[in-house]
C-alpha cells in the first residue's frame, strides 16, 4: 500500500467515524439502540472480513467466537462478579487462546474442508452451551443483573445501560477494530496477507511461512469476532444461546460480501444496509426475508464484488 492510499483510507475512515460521532445527536432513541446494535455487528463483520477478504480463508463457523466473547465476558459478571473491563478482558483472551487452538488445527485443511471444519467446531460450541446449560441456562440464556452492569470511573459511576454510553462505547470499539486491520494491512504481514490470497504458491515459494501468516491472521479475526460478542453481551446485558448458532456464522458471511470483501468499511455498510432493511420491511409485511431475498439478488447482480467492492474496481482503485 503506498502512503498516497493509506493517507486517503486513514481520511474517509476517520470521516465516517466522526460522521457516526455527530448521528447520536441527531436520531431517536430507538434509533440510537440500533444503530449501537449495528456497529457491535460491524465490528464482528470487521473480524470475519479479516479472514475472508484478506487472506481468502472462508469460515463457516465465526460464532463460535462471537460466541466465545460473548460467554466468557457475561458468565464472569453473572456467576464470579468480575467488574465490565475485567469481563471484558477475560473474553479477549479466551477468544484469542480459542481462535489460537482451532486455527492450528482447521487450517491443516484446505477449501471445502476448511469450511466444514470450522462448521464442525461452531457446532461443537453451540452443543456445548446447550450441556452445561447448568451455567449457561441453555436456549433461554441469562439476563446480566442491572447492578452489575455499573463501572466505576473514579468519582464517578458509568452506568452501561444508558443509550449514550452504549452507542459510545460500540464506537470506540468499532474505531479500534477499524484502526488495528488497518495498521495490520499497512505493514509488511497485511501485504504478505494479501500475497498469500493472490498466489498462496508464489508466497510460499518466496520463502514465506504461509502457515504462520494464516494463523496470526486467524488470531486476530478470532479476537475481534470475541471482542464483538463481548461487548454485545455486556452492553444489552443478555446472553444466550442463538449467538452461539450457524446463523451467526452466515449472517457475518452476508454482511461481508454484500458490502464488499476485503474492504475495510464494506463490512459495516452491509450490516446498516441489512439491519435497516430487516428492521423497515418488517413493519410492512410478515414476507420480509422474501423481499430481501430478492433486493440481495438484485445488488449482487449490480455490485458483484459487494457495494464497496465494486465501487473500488470501477471508479475508486486506492479504496482498502
Keep these: ?11 474517509l475512515t476517520l470521516l465516517v467515524l466522526a460522521a ?5 445527536f441527531v436520531l431517536p432513541e430507538y434509533h440510537v439502540l440500533m444503530a449501537t446494535r449495528m456497529m457491535v455487528l460491524a465490528v464482528f463483520a ?7 477478504g484478506y487472506i481468502g480463508l472462508l469460515s463457516l463457523g465465526h460464532a463460535m467466537f462471537f460466541a466465545c466473547g460473548l460467554y466468557a465476558a457475561g458468565l464472569s459478571v453473572y456467576h464470579f462478579g468480575f467488574s465490565l473491563p475485567t ?8 477468544s484469542a487462546v480459542l481462535s489460537l487452538v482451532i486455527g492450528a488445527i482447521t487450517l491443516r485443511t484446505i477449501r471445502v474442508s476448511f469450511m466444514i471444519v470450522t462448521l464442525m467446531f461452531a457446532q461443537v460450541g453451540y452443543l456445548a452451551v446447550l450441556y452445561f446449560a447448568e451455567w449457561t441456562n441453555g436456549q433461554e440464556g441469562l439476563s446480566l443483573p442491572a447492578a452489575a452492569r455499573q463501572m466505576a470511573l473514579g468519582p464517578w459511576t458509568l452506568n452501561i445501560a444508558d443509550a449514550a454510553t ?16 488497518l495498521l495490520y494491512l499497512k505493514g509488511t504481514r497485511g501485504r504478505v496477507a494479501t500475497a498469500i490470497r493472490d498466489n498462496e504458491g508464489r508466497t ?12 496470526e491472521m486467524f488470531v486476530v479475526s478470532g479476537t475481534l469476532s470475541g471482542a464483538a460478542g463481548a461487548a454485545y453481551g455486556l452492553l444489552f446485558g443478555y446472553i444466550g444461546a442463538t ?3 450457524f446463523q451467526y456464522s452466515i449472517e457475518a458471511l452476508l454482511f461481508t460480501l454484500l458490502g464488499g470483501a476485503g474492504t475495510l468499511l464494506g463490512p459495516l455498510i452491509g450490516v446498516v444496509l441489512m439491519v435497516a432493511m430487516i428492521d423497515k420491511l418488517s413493519e410492512l409485511t410478515s414476507a420480509y426475508f422474501l423481499v430481501i431475498g430478492v433486493v440481495l439478488i438484485a445488488l449482487i447482480l449490480w455490485f458483484p464484488k459487494g457495494i464497496l467492492g465494486t465501487i473500488r474496481e470501477r471508479w475508486a482503485p486506492w479504496i482498502l
Design 20 to 24: 457516526l460521532l455527530l448521528l447520536q
Design 87 to 94: 469481563a471484558f478482558g477475560v473474553s479477549l483472551i479466551a
Design 46 to 52: 470487521v473480524g470475519f472480513n479479516a479472514l475472508l
Design 166 to 181: 452504549r452507542y459510545n462505547i460500540a464506537l470506540a470499539l468499532l474505531a479500534a477494530s477499524l484502526g488495528i486491520l
Design 1 to 11: 500500500m503506498t502512503a498516497s492510499a493509506f493517507q486517503k483510507n486513514l481520511a
Design 204 to 215: 510460499e515459494m518466496l520463502g514465506f511461512n504461509v502457515f504462520a501468516a494464516k494463523l
Design 243 to 245: 449467538f452461539a448458532s
